[in-house]
């Protein structure tokens, strides 16, 4: 069945802030008793790659209109709404994209986001998920900004097949420099993200796990999932978890670590030789939403609760009308207090099946 594209000017309300104010507490829950820990930030929507599970060249052509740059929300916006939800119990923030390090002066946005302060004092765990093409460039002014660590996405090592997957030409080499450079300047523990998709890249595997082996990044195996409309996904081309670490332990014995905290989307393996980890996330396979913390901020500043949410609401809207701080509290408050999404847990059961009929958000604007 073919999905729809979701159209940019969506159906997304204003969220509704009248009555009683409630003032942040830190100590939100929703619907299944899960807090608001994690904010995603798509900074972009665009990216120069063409990952063939993401952005297909065929639909994310040069007709493709991307946001124009008013519609993004701007630093300020960012920073004005990450402080409200920091009040709100948000301890991690991540930026992501499109391609987060194509957004101008990045850095600047980091260095204000780096400021914040939980209720408690601490400062946030602050992190960006970036396709390394322009990390060796950047890791030092990154680092220089406050960034506390980085998650580079890479799906091979083989030079022909990354370049395929990444359907721009851009070399495996840069990437892998890029994550070098990374670690020179201390944004670590560094992760390495690699999809997997079965008949596509399953057989670097592998030669990912030996060559990270030992090299204080940790290698994490994301099962290929069905978000967005645009990649044709079927299951028939996700590769379990479980079979990847089956493959590895083959070569490399590995044996099951403690979680670092219940909210946490990997499960931990270690080599058994004590060389380090690697992390399976099967949101296919073993879905997670009983623990799901996270809310998404789309580039132009609608609020998501779940990755295949069909649409978001829209603080960028209230913010520009003019609301206070305690207005976006108070709407921020009412959408997680309601909020029931658990997509990945029924997928496949009758409410999924009629939510898949629905378009649905890209992940290069959600942000993965
Ligand atoms: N451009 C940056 C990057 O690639 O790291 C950040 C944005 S990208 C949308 C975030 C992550 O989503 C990447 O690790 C990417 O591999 C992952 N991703 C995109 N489409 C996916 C899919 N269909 N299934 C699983 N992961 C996916
Ligand atoms: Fe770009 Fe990241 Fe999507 Fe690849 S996964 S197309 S690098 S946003
Ligand atoms: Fe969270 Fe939605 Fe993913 Fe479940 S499907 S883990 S609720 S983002």
Known sequence: MSRRIIPLADISAIPDFSGVASAPSGTLTDTLARPLRDLRISVTDRCNFRCVYCMPREVF????????????????????????????????????????????????????LALLRTPEGRPLDLTL??????????????????????????????????????????????????????????????????????????????????????????LRFIEYMDVGASNGWNMSEVLPSAQVVERIDVHFPLEPLEAHSAAETAQRWGYRDGSGEIGVISSVTRAFCGSCTRARLSTEGKLYLCLFAISGHDLRGLIRGGASDEDVATAISRIWEARGDRYSQLRGSASAQARDDAPRVEMSYIGG
């Open 61 to 112: 052509d040069k007709h493709y209109q991307f946001l124009p740059h008013a519609a993004l929300l701007s630093f300020e916006e960012i920073e004005r709404l990450a402080r409200v939800f920091v009040e709100h119990g948000v301890e991690k923030i991540r930026l992501t994209g499109g391609e987060p390090l194509l957004r101008k002066n990045i850095e600047y946005l980091i260095e204000r």
């Open 129 to 218: 998920t970036t396709n390394g093409s322009l990390l060796a460039r950047k890791a030092r002014s990154l680092k220089d900004a406050g960034l506390s660590r980085v998650t580079v996405s890479l799906d091979a090592l083989d030079d022909a097949l990354f370049r395929r997957m990444n359907d721009a030409d851009f070399a495996v080499g840069d990437v892998l420099d890029g994550i070098e450079a990374a670690q020179a300047v201390g944004l670590a523990p560094l992760k390495v993200n690699m999809v997997v998709k079965r008949g596509t890249n399953d057989q670097e595997i592998v030669p990912m796990a030996r060559h990270f082996k030992g090299s204080g990044a940790t």
